[in-house]
């Protein structure tokens, strides 16, 4: 036939992946009721769900996992289901690397390996998978649209109704994501639920978008991953944050912002009702926030610090307290909290003026990783939230106060800290001549070293010793000078020059504690709002229920 002046010699099908999804899902003719898929009848459809070589996207994020499903995977029989590759938020479960030595799965990309860091590195110095990339959150799931588009998405759910309909509560986190990818590309959608029911309180993803459910033998791991013990932060950590609050809080005007985990964050946001009260501060920094339910943050929300919140995900314990707050929170009409672990990654990507987290190790041009030797660790969202994003372009008062020239074509800058003490459990530096990510690199045949945030984003770096202000240095050879005057004792702090510490002090590019006005002798625990999680349960008026593990009382 003719057409536009060209011979086609025969029609292309444009219906091939529907199709092919079409002759797989009639294989559970004879297994699934509707769309049910019988509790004990799982690995016999997944044996018929899942072919060799397919994409299979496992949800397993820093709290939630589709732990049902991944052990069903673990199941299947590697000589029907086998070579796959795999994409994970998070490798969190033994199961999750057990399907590679069992031969179902040979590739992997992921973005966060932390309970399984120590078994992927050796896995894959013995060769028993094959490394994709290792990727932030977003830019995982941006591929999933692109280039690692899944054949069958694997997630978790509360709550499903017999028409495929999802309700996610509190840890709706990544799963809207990984099933859009799947279910608007004529992949398969698998959802684990913890309850089959006639009604749901909302409905978080649509039934049309999923194909089977399966109600779980158990409901799905959930951790409690950011709650910290108040018990546990110590007098340095206390001095560390009011150098923060007076040092960068304060004197850029942060007025949002992310924490990351760890006590360092968790020390800030317990001193904001009564270090920050006495500074005068309520009102003028800390008030929109990008983060998961901390309970450490409930004294700051009960004395009015905090006006918004949008959370990654839920927090185990936090459920009642979230609903009791909706003023504060992202909720439903149902009350509990509509997390999303994409929409606040952008948001802590675009949105604050204030990215602060922690690292195992830092080289002396500011470089750092939680990758270390032996330890193929990943680093999650991080580097999405801890890097200055130059397709920004609303303005802050915090992000302005970063020009640093006259130029009327400047840019402000995000406001990137990394708050560490100068050395880790164990006597060991933080500050090294060369990042353990370099040679890690070399190992796992990466194409560049896995770097979790770069030197250049970072603007602030606090130890026990100081601040650096390194968005004031006027060269690379000045930044460096000022990393290692705030170093301690490490063989990078080992290299300053007092008298050029001290021309850094005069300048303002380096501040000791007591430059800020800042007392080392007042850094007590008793500056803390709560001192347990038992205090912390007392500020939420009893709707803070910590996990067993978190009771000391």
Same mark, same amino acid.
Request: charged share 25%; aromatic share 8%.
């Given at each position: 036939?003719?057409?536009?002046?060209?011979?086609?010699?025969?029609?292309?099908?444009?219906?091939?992946?529907?199709?092919?999804?079409?002759?797989? @899902?009639?294989?559970?003719?004879?297994?699934?009721?509707?769309?049910?898929?019988?509790?004990?009848?799982i690995v016999e459809a997944l044996e018929a769900l899942i072919a060799p070589g397919d994409r299979v996207v496992l949800e397993g994020n820093n709290q939630k996992q589709a732990s049902f499903l991944s052990k069903a995977l673990a199941q299947v029989d590697p000589a029907k289901v086998n070579n796959l590759h795999m994409i994970?938020?998070?490798?969190?479960?033994?199961?999750?690397?057990?399907?590679?030595?069992?031969?179902?799965?040979?590739?992997?990309?992921?973005?966060?390996?932390?309970?399984?860091?120590?078994?992927?590195?050796?896995?894959?110095?013995?060769?028993?998978?094959?490394?994709?990339?290792?990727?932030?959150?977003?830019?995982?799931?941006?591929?999933?649209?692109?280039?690692?588009i899944p054949s069958v998405a694997l997630v978790a759910a509360d709550k499903a109704d017999r028409s495929g309909n999802l309700y996610t509560g509190a840890n709706t986190e990544e799963t809207p994501t990984l099933v859009e990818a799947a279910a608007f590309r004529d992949g398969i959608v698998i959802a684990q639920v913890n309850?089959?029911?006639?009604?749901?309180?909302?409905?978080?993803?649509?039934?049309?978008?999923?194909?089977?459910?399966?109600?779980?033998?158990?409901?799905?791991?959930?951790?409690?991953?950011?709650?910290?013990?108040?018990?546990?932060?110590?007098?340095?950590?206390?001095?560390?944050?009011?150098?923060?609050?007076?040092?960068?809080?304060?004197?850029?005007?942060?007025?949002?912002?992310?924490?990351?985990?760890?006590?360092?964050?968790?020390?800030? *946001?317990?001193? /904001?009702?009564?270090?920050?009260?006495?500074?005068? /501060?309520?009102?003028?920094?800390?008030?929109?926030?990008?983060?998961?339910?901390?309970?450490?943050?409930?004294?700051?929300?009960?004395?009015?610090?905090?006006?918004?919140?949008?959370?990654?995900?839920?927090?185990?314990?936090?459920?009642?307290?979230?609903?009791?707050?909706?003023?504060?929170?992202?909720?439903?009409?149902?009350?509990?909290?509509?997390?999303?672990?994409?929409?606040?990654?952008?948001?802590?990507?675009?949105?604050?003026?204030?990215?602060?987290?922690?690292?195992?190790?830092?080289?002396?041009?500011?470089?750092?990783?939680?990758?270390?030797?032996?330890?193929?660790?990943?680093?999650?969202?991080?580097?999405?939230?801890?890097?200055?994003?130059?397709?920004?372009?609303?303005?802050?008062?915090?992000?302005?106060?970063?020009?640093?020239?006259?130029?009327?074509? *400047?840019?402000?800058?995000?406001?990137?800290?990394?708050?560490?003490?100068?050395?880790?459990?164990?006597?060991?530096?933080?500050?090294?001549?060369?990042?353990?990510?370099?040679?890690?690199?070399?190992?796992?045949?990466?194409?560049?070293?896995?770097v979790m945030i770069y030197g250049e984003d970072v603007t602030h770096v606090v130890t026990e010793e100081g601040i650096a202000y390194l968005y004031m240095a006027s060269s690379m050879e000045e930044r460096r000078r000022a990393i290692a005057a705030i170093a301690g004792v490490t063989p990078i702090g080992m290299e300053h020059?007092?008298?050029?510490?001290?021309?850094?002090?005069?300048?303002?590019?380096?501040?000791?504690? *007591?430059?800020?006005?800042?007392?080392?002798?007042?850094?007590?625990?008793?500056?803390?709002?709560?001192?347990?999680?038992?205090?912390? @349960?007392?500020?939420?008026?009893?709707?803070?229920?910590?996990? /067993?593990?978190?009771?000391?009382?």
């Open positions: 036939m003719q057409r536009d002046n060209r011979t086609v010699t025969s029609e292309r099908s444009w219906t091939t992946r529907r199709d092919a999804k079409a002759a797989r @899902v009639a294989k559970l003719e004879g297994i699934a009721s509707g769309r049910v898929i019988p509790t004990e009848s994970m938020s998070s490798i969190s479960r033994p199961e999750h690397l057990d399907i590679f030595e069992q031969g179902i799965a040979r590739k992997i990309d992921f973005s966060y390996a932390g309970p399984q860091s120590l078994r992927i590195a050796q896995m894959l110095e013995d060769g028993k998978l094959t490394m994709g990339e290792i990727h932030t959150y977003l830019e995982l799931y941006g591929r999933l649209f692109i280039d690692l309850e089959l029911a006639e009604e749901l309180p909302r409905v978080d993803i649509p039934g049309s978008w999923i194909d089977f459910v399966v109600v779980a033998d158990k409901p799905y791991q959930l951790e409690a991953l950011f709650t910290r013990d108040p018990r546990h932060i110590t007098e340095i950590q206390v001095l560390m944050a009011m150098m923060t609050i007076r040092g960068i809080y304060e004197r850029h005007n942060v007025q949002s912002l992310n924490h990351g985990i760890g006590y360092n964050t968790a020390a800030i *946001e317990l001193l /904001l009702p009564t270090y920050g009260e006495s500074l005068g /501060l309520k009102g003028k920094i800390c008030k929109h926030w990008a983060l998961n339910p901390h309970p450490t943050l409930i004294p700051a929300i009960e004395s009015g610090w905090v006006e918004s919140v949008h959370c990654f995900g839920g927090e185990v314990g936090m459920e009642r307290y979230v609903a009791a707050r909706p003023d504060v929170f992202f909720t439903g009409r149902d009350g509990s909290l509509r997390s999303n672990r994409a929409l606040c990654q952008v948001a802590g990507q675009y949105a604050v003026d204030l990215f602060i987290g922690s690292t195992l190790q830092m080289d002396r041009d500011g470089n750092s990783s939680t990758v270390t030797s032996g330890r193929l660790a990943g680093f999650g969202g991080a580097p999405n939230m801890g890097h200055d994003p130059r397709g920004r372009r609303h303005s802050t008062p915090a992000w302005l106060n970063m020009i640093t020239s006259d130029n009327p074509l *400047e840019r402000g800058r995000k406001l990137v800290v990394q708050m560490v003490e100068t050395f880790q459990t164990g006597n060991c530096p933080v500050f090294v001549e060369e990042l353990d990510a370099v040679q890690v690199g070399r190992t796992a045949h990466l194409a560049t070293a896995p020059d007092p008298r050029e510490t001290e021309r850094l002090r005069r300048e303002g590019i380096i501040a000791l504690p *007591e430059d800020l006005g800042v007392r080392r002798t007042d850094a007590k625990r008793s500056l803390l709002a709560a001192k347990s999680v038992e205090e912390l @349960v007392e500020w939420s008026g009893g709707l803070y229920q910590p996990p /067993l593990k978190f009771r000391s009382w």
